[in-house]
């Protein structure tokens, strides 16, 4: 179901990350993947809200309330009711992910192309609450290897492979 649930949502994560500079669709399979319990959540399933998006004083569209809970204190969770954003489909759910992030506070995001640092970046600009969202994140992108699916650029791309190459020469000398 895991893999099922990344395979549907990645092509559309893909198309639409660079109409918002956003290079690691890594991070943001991740996050769909954690956020929606791999699209089995309700929030996921009935309202496309992939991300755990509540809904906000600016937030215009539709909404559905939920039981959440929330780690303000390292190790307790406090279960509160919010509203979430409710969107009529998945291209939808994932394309208010990328609105979402234009807000101010996640400007930071742009153009970022390690995943490790998107993750912990998102987290401090108050993404989640969790404590150890970061190397959740982390895991999941290393767990189903989603960084197949960022957007590297051309320079990284070559620098990259040259240190491919680099590392398989010495292999060779060993």
């Given at each position: 179901?895991?893999?099922k649930?990344?395979?549907?949502?990645?092509?559309?994560?893909k198309?639409?990350?660079p109409?918002?500079?956003?290079?690691?669709c890594?991070?943001v399979?991740?996050?769909?993947?954690?956020?929606?319990?791999?699209g089995?959540?309700?929030?996921?399933?009935?309202?496309h809200?992939?991300?755990g998006?509540?809904a906000?004083?600016?937030?215009k569209?539709k909404?559905?309330?939920?039981?959440?809970?929330?780690?303000?204190?390292?190790g307790e969770?406090?279960?509160?009711?919010?509203?979430?954003?409710?969107?009529e489909?998945?291209?939808e759910g994932?394309?208010?992910y990328?609105e979402?992030l234009?807000?101010?506070?996640?400007h930071?995001?742009?153009?970022?192309?390690d995943?490790?640092?998107f993750?912990?970046l998102?987290?401090?600009?108050?993404?989640?609450?969790?404590?150890?969202?970061?190397?959740?994140l982390?895991?999941?992108?290393?767990k189903?290897?989603?960084?197949?699916?960022?957007?590297?650029s051309?320079?990284?791309?070559?620098a990259?492979s040259?240190?491919?190459?680099d590392?398989?020469?010495?292999e060779?000398?060993?």
């Amino acid at each position: 179901m895991s893999n099922k649930f990344i395979e549907t949502i990645a092509p559309i994560v893909k198309e639409i990350a660079p109409d918002y500079n956003i290079l690691c669709c890594s991070s943001v399979i991740a996050q769909a993947c954690i956020e929606s319990n791999f699209g089995k959540s309700d929030l996921a399933s009935k309202h496309h809200n992939y991300f755990g998006m509540k809904a906000g004083d600016k937030w215009k569209g539709k909404t559905a309330e939920y039981r959440t809970k929330e780690e303000y204190v390292k190790g307790e969770l406090k279960t509160i009711t919010a509203s979430f954003r409710s969107y009529e489909t998945e291209r939808e759910g994932i394309i208010g992910y990328f609105e979402f992030l234009q807000f101010p506070r996640y400007h930071n995001l742009r153009g970022v192309s390690d995943y490790r640092m998107f993750n912990s970046l998102i987290k401090d600009d108050g993404w989640a609450t969790s404590f150890t969202y970061t190397e959740t994140l982390n895991k999941i992108v290393e767990k189903y290897r989603l960084t197949d699916y960022d957007h590297l650029s051309f320079e990284e791309k070559v620098a990259d492979s040259k240190k491919s190459l680099d590392d398989i020469a010495n292999e060779v000398i060993k």
